[in-house]
């Protein structure tokens, strides 16, 4: 067996094993169902949920100032696409896709055998990913987690970069999560811009009226990502742009070292946001 086969191999049986023993049916989603009322996660109930069970909008995250981000929740319902393909081609070993969404990355990674699982705070995310036929979990990135710091790769796309509003925090719980020398690919604003702030989830109808409660999040271009990655140890592996979208990867620490544990609990309680926002927004008429 060649040694480049033989790795192969390797990372796939790691992806089984960090996969665990852990199952996606009932019993699960119904642990998870507890803890997400117990949280008030927006992304777990409507209009998110309404616009999966229909694969349309309008959905947005309207900031405080009133501008409206709007969610691409038609490309995130449909089957991956080309720029979605080369991205997953690029991918190593078992794969973990951090909020997966409606989980058309996860679904074309089971089709083709790969060990892959999505993460979610959405029980309808969960839930169509499930029915596509691929295995998702309804919790946080910074919940506990199967396999960690066994993961190959990890995905963060479609803006996941923005979850918890906190940069730093979220790169050093996905560095926990990775094996080391593991692979991050994300997915960032196309413009340099590194901003903070608070959003609401709201559909078009409600988009001049209450919507669900605010929660922190963050928009970040290719460098603003580099300059809170690399004093964690991150390093830069490719930057890319295709169909529109900008994309960089980074690969994590060598050696394995104890990465500090997220501790502000409005952090943790932030991966509420699934999806996020477009390259532009659009102003609120």
Not at 60 to 77: I, K, Q, T
Not at 131 to 152: K, M, N, Y
Not at 164 to 192: N, W
Request: aromatic residues 4%.
């Amino acid at each position: 067996m060649s040694d480049a086969r033989r790795k192969a191999v390797g990372r796939e049986a790691r992806g089984r094993e960090a996969m665990g023993r852990e199952t996606v049916g009932q019993k699960t989603v119904g642990r998870q169902t507890k803890r997400q009322e117990a949280i008030g996660r927006p992304w777990s109930t409507d209009p998110y949920a309404d616009a999966l069970r229909t694969g349309r909008g309008p959905l947005f995250l309207r900031r405080r100032d009133g501008w409206l981000l709007p969610l691409e929740v038609e490309r995130w319902c449909a089957r991956a696409d080309a720029v979605d393909l080369d991205v997953l081609g690029r991918c190593e070993g078992a794969v973990l896709d951090v909020g997966c969404g409606p989980g058309r990355l996860v679904a074309e990674l089971a089709a083709l055998g790969r060990p892959v699982l999505g993460i979610d705070v959405s029980q309808a995310a969960v839930a169509h990913t499930l029915r596509l036929g691929g295995q998702a979990l309804t919790r946080s990135v910074f919940d506990p987690l199967p396999g960690e710091g066994r993961w190959d790769t990890a995905l963060l796309l479609d803006g996941n970069v923005g979850i918890g509003g906190a940069p730093s925090a979220l790169l050093r719980r996905l560095a926990e999560l990775l094996c080391p020398g593991g692979l991050l690919i994300a997915e960032t604003v196309t413009v340099d811009v590194d901003e903070r702030v608070e959003v609401r989830l709201v559909s078009g109808a409600e988009a001049d009226s209450g919507g669900e409660a605010a929660f922190p999040w963050a928009r970040l271009g290719t460098p603003a990502l580099l300059r809170h990655a690399r004093p964690l140890g991150w390093r830069d592996a490719d930057q890319w742009t295709a169909g529109g979208r900008s994309f960089v990867s980074l690969r994590s620490r060598t050696t394995s070292r104890s990465a500090e544990p997220p501790n502000n609990k409005a952090v943790i309680s932030s991966h509420r946001a699934r999806k996020p926002l477009a390259d532009s927004a659009v102003a609120d008429s």
